[in-house]
Nanobody
Framework: QVQLVESGGGLVQAGGSPTLSCAAS????????MGWFRQAPGKEREFVAA????????YYADSVKGRFTISRDRTKNTVYLQMNSLKVEDTAMFYC????????????????WGQGTQVTVSS
């Protein structure tokens, strides 16, 4: 059973640079792409970033390109989201997800989801 556990969220000041982690277990993940999505109150879940586990191609939403960096450590089965220059509008619940097929940008194509970690950016 695939399990994804996010950590690293919290209250951050605007301009801050926290890193989120997603610890993955229950599979080898070599055929997976791992994604980060976020959902703000009253809004739909939106794509943030994704990375292919085997090859490390990366993908970003335009809203975070140049500010966020996704990476993975295969030895630790962990995916990271380094967030820089945070803005108040980045406030959301951030979710880690895993998929084996479909579009990396499309939430319904992801098979497994973590419980989420809240990131709140204060001005």
């Amino acid at each position: 059973q695939v399990q994804l556990v996010e950590s690293g969220g919290g209250l951050v000041q605007a301009g801050g640079s926290p890193t989120l982690s997603c610890a993955a277990s229950g599979s080898t993940f070599s055929n997976y792409a791992m994604g980060w999505f976020r959902q703000a109150p009253g809004k739909e879940r939106e794509f943030v970033a994704a990375i292919r586990w085997n090859g490390a191609s990366t993908y970003y939403a335009d809203s975070v390109k140049g500010r966020f960096t996704i990476s993975r450590d295969r030895t630790k089965n962990t995916v990271y989201l380094q967030m820089n220059s945070l803005k108040v509008e980045d406030t959301a619940m951030f979710y880690c997800a895993a998929r084996r097929s479909g579009s990396v940008y499309y939430a319904p194509d992801y098979e497994y989801w973590g419980q989420g970690t809240q990131v709140t950016v204060s001005s």
